[in-house]
């Protein structure tokens, strides 16, 4: 794996508690006025921080000094009254490792596996890091019930982590209701969700995923 270079737009992010489970609002902005301006690597505006230049400089994102992100994922806390939220995964979600160059598999999370969903962690669970690859993020697995915290980073395939957002909604019966509160369908509310460090981190000049045009 390779470093790139990597490259804002506007938009906001916060939390909705939905159903008993609170997930991230992605509210994107974009221009109402014909304009042809998206999400791209040609509008992609770095700024140098450590976090841009370890995405510059490293070969691959286990070098990489995670804390560097804090400053651009500073999420609000969980409200007090609110409690800790597991879903049961729809399937198993399998987490890999790079073994000198090589992604292999970890361990899997089996299907009905209750996890955490609330409140969001950055770097956890569906909140990951984009990393040099188009079909890969990067970040520590879903915390389980009853089980100590995996604080250790490993590679899951997006389209995995995407399938189990869209499942959730789908099988829970929730998708009427998320379309409701968020204006957006369970499949593609998924694809921005699981992407929604690779906005961050565009709008706050730090990297231009290799995903960024699944947000237009």
Known sequence: MNARK????????????????????IKLVFPSNGSDLKYSE????????????????????????KSAFDQFLAYPEAPVEYELSY???????TYYVNDK????EAFTLKKGTMVRAYPLEKGRGCQLFPTFEKEWCYGKPFLVEGEEQDE?????????????IFLYFKESGKTAQLK???GYSARKYA?????????????????CSRNIKELN
């Open 101 to 104: 160059g090589t992604l292999t």
């Open 152 to 164: 250790g980073y490993y590679y899951v395939r997006i389209k995995d982590l995407e399938k189990e």
């Open 180 to 182: 409701k509160e968020t």
């Open 6 to 25: 990597g490259h804002i737009l506007i938009g906001s992010a916060g939390i909705l508690l939905l159903a008993g489970i609170a997930v991230l609002t």
């Open 42 to 65: 040609e509008n992609f505006i770095l700024k140098d921080s450590l976090a841009s230049r370890q995405y510059l400089e490293c070969d691959s994102m286990d070098e990489m000094d």
């Open 191 to 207: 694809r921005l969700l699981v992407r929604a460090v690779d906005r961050i981190f565009y709008e706050r000049g730090v990297y």
């Open 87 to 93: 879903v049961a995964l729809p399937r198993n979600l």
